[in-house]
């Protein structure tokens, strides 16, 4: 099992930055790949960006590209997602997920085994 803990969510303006981090506990040794999920109220769970856990090989949303930006801190067992230029549609509960498969490249929920609880992203104009 991997468990996943979520921070550095909170309200920012539009045109600001967060950056939201992910504590890997467990058996994060079987961890094959990452990433981060959104979901805004009334809409259905989308990708945002994914990273390989080894490699760190990145991929991302189109929606996202050039603004956010994830990485990957093996020694501490933490994935971030930097979020910049914020928008008021970036508002969201983003969730990080895990999966002990490859290959990279996933982007269905179904492709991530494991997942944190959310933090909230709040855009203000």
Known sequence: QVQLVESGGGL??????????????G???NVDKMGWFRQAPGKKRE????????????YYADSVKGRFTISRDNA????YLQLNSLKPEDAAVYYCTADPHPPLGRTRLPDFNYWGQGTQVTVSL
């Open 47 to 58: 990708f945002i960006a994914g990273i390989s856990w080894a490699g760190g090989t990145t």
């Open 12 to 25: 920012v303006q539009a045109g600001g930055s967060l950056r939201l981090s992910c504590a890997v506990s």
């Open 76 to 79: 501490k067992n933490a994935v």
């Open 27 to 29: 058996r994060t040794r």
